[in-house]
């Protein structure tokens, strides 16, 4: 029996003539032709997201938050009260680890966690006065990050890339 594999099938899309591929101005060296991958939404979002992420943990570090500890805070900030049951959900943390963010939070005097006024099994989250003069000034610099992160981009152009990657991960009619 063979192993033998069949060859792949270019996906690239069909170029008319020869590609030249720039080459890298550190080496000299051809770059790596990334033209198929380009053509890709995960590709482009990913490289994307990093972008802003790496901009976003320089930024965030004076307040020694992580995106997650920046996401639960801001969450609480607008939702106080909110559960860890549906912060998992929002976010789409596992239940462990919302429970070490939330002891983190809370060992930092950033929240606190008081009975469910609906709800006697659960608690609710909310921020302590340390914690919203942290969050109001965290969700200020992220403010200015996604402005210099995107600058390239019009205010429209701006809006309407978060609404198409909105309506790639939100269920339909949110």
Known sequence: MSSARPPRK???PPVDGPVEVPASAATGTPAVDTCFLRTLVGYN????????????MERMAVYDLKV?????????????????????ATLNVL????????????KRGLIERRPHPSDGRAMGVH??????DLTAQ????????????TARLTATERKTLIRLLQKIYLPAGA
């Open 95 to 106: 239940p462990p680890n919302m429970v070490g963010l939330i002891a983190s939070l809370e």
């Open 10 to 12: 270019k996906s690239a």
């Open 68 to 88: 997650v500890d920046f996401s639960v805070l801001s969450l609480v900030a607008h939702n106080p009260g909110v559960t860890s049951r549906e912060l998992c």
């Open 127 to 132: 921020l302590t006065a340390a914690g919203a």
């Open 138 to 149: 965290a969700e200020e610099t992220a403010a200015q990050l996604e402005v210099d992160a």
């Open 45 to 56: 979002t990913r490289r994307a997201s990093l972008a802003i992420i790496e901009v976003f």
